[in-house]
């Protein structure tokens, strides 16, 4: 079965970085985009933009250009999320999701909470 | 980007009521519309794709409709794992955009 595996939360400063790691499993992971998804305490949620584990290729939600770093290994069907520059409103859930079908989500990590505090 | 706008943004029902959500987006989507039910401290599960697909396991009182702009998710009995909030998603185009959520609570 089709499971993607969340590194653990993180508290980080205004102006540091963030990695957040997604291991994927049950499927052939170099098949399907991995996309990035974010909700913030209390709201909605937020495309970041996804990586074509294959080749490498990423594509970017605008708002996050310049900020945002998706990359992955294949070797350990591990695809990564990084996010510099850290503002107290990237305080959020960061989630990784997959799907083998014509949709986007189909399958979803288990979310890491991301604290950006001073 | 496309606006996705969902109505209500919450509703109070009861268990066994007929429930409607409907979503509609800024501009034409054809079918690329998915619905998410998300529990509180859980992640998004995935309903429905292609604005009317059940996917695998989902249980048949949930169905979705609609093309274009308008799309409907339904919940035939309303059951007490069914109480959450729902979202809808389009994969039209770039970049994704998610309907603001409705939060069905228990009457």
């Known amino acids: 079965q089709v499971q993607l595996v969340q590194s653990g939360a993180e508290v980080r400063k205004p102006g540091a970085s963030v990695r957040v790691s997604c291991k994927a499993s049950g499927y052939s992971f170099t098949g399907y985009y991995m996309h990035w998804v974010r909700q913030a305490p209390g709201q909605g949620l937020e495309w970041m933009g996804w990586?074509?584990?294959?080749?490498?290729?990423?594509n970017y939600a605008q708002k996050f250009q310049g900020r945002v770093t998706m990359t992955r290994d294949t070797s350990f069907s591990t695809a990564y999320l990084d996010l510099t520059r850290l503002r107290s409103d990237d305080t959020a859930v960061y989630y990784c999701a997959t799907a083998p079908s014509s949709a986007d989500f189909d399958f979803w990590g288990q979310g890491t909470m991301v604290t950006v505090s001073s | 980007d496309i606006q996705m706008t969902q109505s209500p943004s919450s509703l109070s029902a009861s268990v066994g009521d007929r429930v409607t959500i409907t979503c509609r987006a800024s501009q034409g989507i054809s079918n690329h519309l998915a619905w998410f039910q998300q529990k509180p401290g859980k992640a998004p599960k995935s309903l429905i794709y292609?604005?009317?697909t059940l996917q695998s396991g989902v249980p048949s009182k949930f169905s979705g409709s609609g093309s274009g702009t308008d799309f409907t998710l339904t919940i035939s009995s309303l059951q007490p794992e069914d109480f959450a909030t729902y979202y809808c998603?389009?994969?039209?185009?770039?970049?994704?955009?998610f309907g603001q959520g409705t939060k069905v609570e228990v009457k």
């Open positions: 292609d604005a009317s």
């Open positions: 998603q389009q994969y039209s185009s770039y970049p994704r955009t």
């Open positions: 990586i074509n584990p294959n080749t490498g290729d990423t």
